[in-house]
């Protein structure tokens, strides 16, 4: 029984004690993929909204934007199938980078072994993440979610054949800290602000 299983249907509960409290070079508890993800998504710093429809996502989206005050706000978008799917919102979407503070945006895959968020051209073109607004909105489901990013590398390999997109890279740091801030593996990025509506499709 996955966390969403638990968090809305009941069920046996992990200790956090165990789950959380883990050194970070221990191996990982054999637990659920979808719980894996949002233990390491937390402690990233993103923030987590599980909607079980698309009305749900709506109404989640709405609190985000009344949340922050982002009513007047544009929301940059470089996938022209996000900002059809959401066109009933009352959002301005635009295709133009710098003009905004908020960047919408799907993803490839969600992966648990660390909590991070990988993405490629088809959401970001050929942008560095460094380049793209601090507010991040991404759009997942629950049938993106993979155990490692070699996993979600085969996945995209298998899904486009011999046209991989590039520019394949994670997002990761939700939060600016001392532990992430001297990261190598962050260089040329940044952290994010960053929520995740995330739609249960299985």
Not at 6 to 27: C, I, N, W
Not at 93 to 114: K, M, N, R, V, Y
Not at 154 to 180: C, D, V, W
Request: aromatic content about 8%; charged content about 25%; overall charge neutral.
């Amino acid at each position: 029984m996955g966390l969403f299983d638990k968090l809305f249907g009941g069920g046996k509960k992990v200790s956090k004690e165990t789950a959380q409290t883990r050194g970070a070079h221990m191996p990982d508890l054999n637990i659920p993929v979808d719980e894996k993800f949002t233990i390491h998504f937390k402690k990233n710093g993103g923030k987590f909204l599980y909607c079980d429809s698309l009305k749900e996502i709506s109404l989640a989206l709405s609190n985000i934007i009344s949340e922050n005050n982002w009513q007047s706000e544009p929301f940059l978008v470089l996938d022209n199938r996000l900002s059809k799917k959401f066109s009933k919102e009352k959002i301005n979407f635009i295709d133009q980078s710098g003009s905004s503070e908020i960047f919408f945006t799907t993803c490839e895959h969600l992966i648990a072994q660390d909590g991070s968020i990988l993405v490629c051209s088809n959401q970001l073109l050929e942008n560095k993440l460094i380049d793209l607004p601090d507010n991040v909105i991404v759009f997942a489901t629950t049938s993106q979610l993979v155990e490692t990013i070699g996993g979600g590398l085969k996945m995209i390999k298998k899904k486009y054949g011999r046209s991989i997109p590039t520019n394949i890279t994670t997002l990761k740091h939700f939060q600016a800290n001392e532990e992430n801030n001297h990261d190598f593996l962050t260089y040329g990025s940044s952290s994010k602000n960053l929520y995740l509506l995330l739609l249960e499709d299985l």
